[in-house]
């Protein structure tokens, strides 16, 4: 036993020290590449046979090393990346190979770069819904990190399509029926809220879904980092949403199992669905990507945001397009802000921006969205709030006093939070005495980020302690 221990520690710091001579070469051709030089002499000179060889031997050696290390011991590392036989399509099922150019393009509107591809993080993400028939059947599981801005927007446009679009009893949308979803309601739903965003990023005449097949498509240039799935898409487009749907219903494993990379096929479909060229002219000199590299992990820029819910990656949160600045002097260049009101809406709330005066201000064709569902960006986590009463936005007299439901999508969330909004009968800061910097200091920030849209209202937690 002690010799197997003392095997296994060795083994591991083996794998440590080769590990780190890895992370060493990433760092330096990341540097080279910045640089705009490249990386000659043997690796220029390997056959595409042989770079196909080396990362199938890659993958391999992944999955064997990583079955040998101690129980408990886990290094993201040494996961392998490739997609499961199980979880890819034929290519016989019909569509088109991604080519060279469309990759880099891809690479491109989203990291800025060719260079840069996903991390552990995102590759690991995909569309996992709570216990069918629970308190939260209704709700996606998303962990912190890069990723959880897109499937909570996912997850706005699912609790659109079960409270207001589904094909059911009017009676049967009330809060009661979404924990009474079961696990064939949980894949419609979701294939519907994917189509839905796919389609409405069309501009409602197409929609393009990408999946992957067991080959890659293109020997990549030498610019160009290998993913392993990426050089292996194929691409669907649709002429009709239903037909979207139907498609995307039919192969939901390769969106919501284990392994699927499914969060990043779904970007890659919401991208080739607008389009490379209209995200192009959707975006301003202020932002020309899509993802943010930040403290070790790539974040959603607001330009993919308001692509999830408008259908357009408008880089701003105002509406319209700004054309003078604050000293009403014409601009060099117009800044892209949101152009029509969308079935979802965004309400935003950073204490850091608010206590320096920088929080910036969320136009109203976002903060009164169609329907009462808003994806919230809070401190710099994404999570959702809403209202089962679809006349909350339109009629008035509902203001006075209604009701919110708040998800984050952290699994330590047992039970959806409903909150009890007052915006008739008196003011939250009534009799606190304090400056405004303390009010937002003192107060939940769920609280605060309500009263950017309901100014002035006081918040019941009901019963419930508040933890956002």
């Given at each position: 036993?002690?010799?197997?221990?003392?095997s296994?520690?060795?083994?591991?710091?083996?794998?440590?020290?080769i590990?780190?001579?890895?992370?060493?070469?990433d760092k330096?051709?990341?540097i080279?590449?910045?640089q705009?030089l490249?990386?000659?002499?043997?690796?220029a000179?390997?056959?595409?046979?042989?770079?196909?060889?080396?990362e199938?031997?890659?993958?391999?050696?992944r999955s064997?090393t990583?079955?040998?290390?101690p129980?408990?011991?886990v290094?993201?590392?040494?996961?392998p990346?490739?997609?499961p036989?199980?979880l890819?399509?034929?290519p016989s099922l019909?569509?088109?190979?991604?080519?060279?150019?469309l990759?880099?393009?891809?690479?491109?509107?989203?990291?800025?770069?060719?260079?840069?591809i996903?991390?552990y993080?995102?590759?690991?993400?995909?569309?996992?819904?709570?216990?069918p028939?629970?308190?939260?059947?209704?709700?996606l599981?998303?962990?912190?990190g890069?990723?959880?801005a897109?499937?909570?927007?996912?997850?706005?446009h699912i609790?659109?399509y079960?409270?207001?679009?589904?094909?059911?009893?009017?009676?049967?949308?009330?809060?009661e029926?979404?924990?009474?979803?079961?696990?064939?309601?949980?894949?419609?739903?979701?294939?519907?809220?994917?189509?839905?965003?796919?389609w409405?990023?069309?501009?409602?005449?197409?929609?393009?879904?990408?999946l992957?097949t067991?080959?890659?498509?293109?020997?990549?240039h030498l610019d160009y980092?290998?993913?392993n799935f990426?050089?292996k898409l194929?691409l669907?487009?649709f002429?009709?949403k239903?037909?979207?749907?139907?498609f995307?219903?039919?192969?939901?494993q390769?969106?919501?199992e284990e392994?699927?990379h499914?969060?990043i096929?779904f970007?890659?479909?919401l991208?080739?669905?607008?389009?490379?060229?209209?995200?192009?002219?959707?975006l301003d000199?202020?932002?020309?990507?899509l993802?943010?590299?930040?403290?070790g992990?790539?974040g959603?820029?607001?330009?993919?945001?308001?692509?999830?819910?408008?259908?357009?990656?408008?880089p701003?949160?105002?509406?319209?397009t700004?054309?003078?600045?604050?000293?009403g002097?014409?601009?060099?260049?117009?800044?892209?802000?949101v152009?029509?009101?969308?079935?979802?809406?965004?309400l935003?709330?950073?204490?850091?921006q608010?206590e320096?005066?920088?929080l910036?201000?969320?136009?109203?064709?976002l903060?009164?969205?169609?329907?009462p569902i808003?994806?919230?960006?809070?401190?710099?986590?994404?999570?959702?709030l809403?209202?089962?009463t679809?006349?909350?936005?339109s009629?008035?007299?509902?203001e006075?006093l209604?009701h919110l439901y708040?998800?984050?999508?952290q699994?330590?969330?047992?039970?959806?939070?409903?909150l009890?909004i007052?915006?008739h009968?008196?003011?939250w800061?009534?009799?606190s005495?304090?400056?405004?910097?303390?009010l937002e200091?003192?107060?939940?920030?769920?609280?605060?980020?309500?009263r950017t849209?309901?100014?002035g209202?006081a918040i019941?937690?009901?019963?419930?302690?508040?933890?956002f």
């Open positions: 036993m002690e010799g197997s221990l003392q296994a520690t060795q083994v591991n710091t083996e794998l440590d020290d590990l780190s001579q890895i992370a060493e070469l330096w051709r990341e080279f590449n910045t705009g490249e990386l000659q002499g043997c690796f000179k390997r056959a595409p046979e042989r770079i196909k060889a080396e199938e031997t890659e993958d391999v050696s064997s990583s079955a040998q290390t129980t408990g011991y290094n993201p590392l040494m996961v990346y490739s997609i036989h199980s890819v399509v034929s019909g569509g088109h190979p991604v080519s060279p150019e990759a880099m393009s891809l690479r491109k509107i989203l990291f800025g770069n060719t260079f840069h996903f991390n993080e995102w590759k690991k993400s995909f569309f996992k819904f709570r216990e028939h629970s308190n939260l059947s209704y709700a599981e998303a962990e912190r890069g990723a959880r897109v499937q909570m927007a996912v997850q706005a609790i659109k079960l409270l207001f679009t589904r094909p059911v009893d009017s009676e049967c949308c009330t809060m029926s979404l924990g009474e979803v079961g696990e064939k309601e949980q894949e419609r739903a979701l294939a519907t809220a994917l189509a839905d965003i796919l409405t990023a069309g501009e409602e005449r197409t929609a393009t879904v990408s992957v067991p080959e890659r498509c293109f020997t990549p980092k290998l993913d990426t050089e194929q669907f487009t002429k009709k239903e037909d979207t749907r139907k995307i219903y039919e192969h939901i390769c969106f919501n392994g699927s499914g969060v096929l970007l890659y479909s991208i080739f669905s607008r389009s490379i060229v209209r995200l192009q002219e959707d000199f202020t932002t020309t990507h993802l943010h590299l930040g403290l992990n790539f959603c820029r607001q330009a993919l945001l308001n692509l999830l819910l408008t259908g357009r990656a408008s701003n949160v105002f509406n319209g700004l054309l003078y600045d604050e000293d002097s014409p601009l060099a260049q117009p800044l892209h802000g152009l029509a009101r969308s079935d979802v809406g965004y935003h709330w950073s204490r850091e608010a320096h005066a920088k910036p201000t969320v136009g109203s064709m903060k009164t969205p169609k329907l808003w994806v919230c960006n809070i401190n710099g986590t994404y999570s959702v809403f209202s089962p679809r006349s909350l936005l009629d008035w007299k509902m006075h209604f708040f998800y984050n999508g699994p330590t969330q047992c039970s959806t939070a409903m009890t007052d915006t009968s008196h003011h800061e009534a009799g005495g304090d400056n405004q910097g303390d200091r003192r107060f939940p920030s769920l609280e605060m980020t309500i849209k309901w100014e209202a019941d937690w009901n019963g419930t302690v508040p933890y």
